[in-house]
């Protein structure tokens, strides 16, 4: 049973077979689908939508009102000490490259991360450092104390949960080792705060970014909230309207000064995404309601039972990075001996009405450390899925390795798919065809 109504939750998909089923996601640790309740604030605040912030119009001022206690809700949900701020962004990825360009210093970061943790630290001057996870987390954290202490550090940007294996991080000891050596803590909070709920105030993290569509509120926000100094101060992250205090025009071809605002505004450029902000923060709110018990007691049950149906399977192994880290999040990651992840995933969804995901999960050097240059195969749980979802994958793998398939698989443009698709494309109206390619960021190519 859903811990929460989720909008789409009865959706029906064609087979193979010519039937239908109730689509099983487990693949929520890409993008959740929505809450009913997200979707029905969405509807509530559109008639009232219009431009924030310099507007003397009353739905300007309504709108306005709306924004701002949306990023004071979005705030608080992450535990928000007084003095922090809350940047809306899009999503994690840009709440980080934001980031990247206000930190005054190098910054160190784990091999584990996702892309959105290592890339952007690139944009840093002073550089970046990447620590190789070690076989236990024990030892990986051994190795941040020994590299802090060898160098110079303004940050340590660490995932609060792998987006591989779940796996979490152990926040508040890396954030007391961060700050013995005078280094910052960023937490990719992605994978996280949808799982378990978490403190800014309570870990003494400096900043946490993450997504609405990772938090059930797919309407193109996300955040970044932590210490103010930095970003008021920082390179603001998009020149434009809003972001500026004054701009003085010294010719016709050159603009000799401007003036920027302090954070948030420095950073939000342009005219924010109301509607998404109002999404995230109703999704703050109801998350908020469900007490951590409730959410570990789903999530954990249905885990364990995944794990366990799959180990009991020949062929399948688990992924897991160390033997002694902290209870996982929702997200087992496993291969199939002898078969392509991404053609798991094509026999799983026209077969069997499942959702996952194959590939690299935008992790490249963490899957190429561990061996899985082709990939391997995630299955996501999230307070929508149910008991049968995890029987059915379970059972969808079996029937799998016991050659129970029907279609006829191909690998097309770096994509597995079912050729000559029989089934009929039954999704919102004016789509002519199903997608039948997949991006390179995941895909074992």
């Excluded at 929505?34 to 219009?50: C, F, I």
């Amino acid at each position: 049973m859903s811990l929460l109504p989720l909008v789409g939750s009865n959706t029906q998909v064609p087979l193979l077979d010519g039937t239908t089923v109730a689509y099983a996601n487990l693949d929520v640790a890409a993008s959740a689908p929505a809450l009913q309740s997200v979707a029905d604030r969405v509807a509530e605040v559109l008639p009232w939508y219009a431009s924030v912030h310099r507007g003397a119009g009353y739905l300007s001022q309504v709108s306005t009102a709306l924004y701002e206690e949306s990023r004071a809700t979005i705030g608080a949900y992450v535990g928000a000490r007084e003095d922090d701020v809350t940047v809306i962004t899009r999503n994690t990825t840009d709440a980080v490259n934001l980031l990247a360009g206000c930190v005054p210093g190098r910054v160190l970061v784990l091999d584990i991360e996702h892309h959105a943790n290592l890339l952007p630290w690139h944009r840093v001057a002073a550089g970046v450092t990447a620590v190789t996870g070690r076989d236990t987390l024990a030892g990986t954290i051994d190795a941040l104390a020994g590299e802090l202490a060898r160098g110079d550090y303004a940050l340590v940007a660490v995932t609060g949960a792998s987006n591989v294996t779940g796996e979490a991080l152990p926040v508040a000891e890396i954030v007391t080792l961060a700050h013995a050596h005078g280094a910052r803590v960023l937490v990719d909070g992605a994978q996280l705060i949808a799982h378990r709920h978490f403190s800014l105030a309570a870990t003494g993290a400096d900043y946490v970014a993450f997504s609405g569509h990772k938090l059930y509120a797919p309407y193109g926000a996300g955040a970044l909230v932590g210490r103010r100094d930095w970003l008021d101060v920082g390179t603001p992250y998009l020149a434009g309207g809003g972001a500026v205090d004054d701009v003085t025009h010294g010719s016709e071809v050159e603009l000799v000064e401007t003036t920027w605002q302090p954070a948030p505004a420095r950073h939000e450029g342009g005219s924010p995404n109301v509607i998404g902000a109002a999404a995230l923060a109703a999704a703050c709110t109801a998350l908020g309601g469900l007490s951590a018990v409730e959410l570990d007691r789903h999530e954990a049950s249905l885990r364990g039972r995944l794990v366990v149906g799959l180990s009991a399977l020949e062929g399948v192994e688990l992924l897991r990075l160390w033997p002694d880290s902290d209870e996982p999040v929702g997200v087992v990651t496993f291969t199939v001996d002898g078969i392509e992840p991404g053609r798991v995933a094509a026999y799983l969804s026209a077969e069997h009405g499942l959702g996952v995901r194959d590939g690299r999960f935008c992790a490249q050097p963490l899957l190429k450390r561990l061996g899985l240059t082709g990939g391997a195969v995630r299955a996501s749980i999230g307070i929508g899925t149910s008991v049968g979802d995890v029987d059915r994958l379970v059972a969808g793998v079996r029937a799998l390795l016991e050659g129970d398939v029907r279609g006829d698989y191909l690998l097309v443009d770096g994509a597995w798919t079912l050729a000559d698709d029989p089934r009929p494309l039954v999704g919102p109206v004016g789509l002519t065809r199903l997608a039948d390619t997949a991006g390179s960021c995941g895909a074992a190519v």
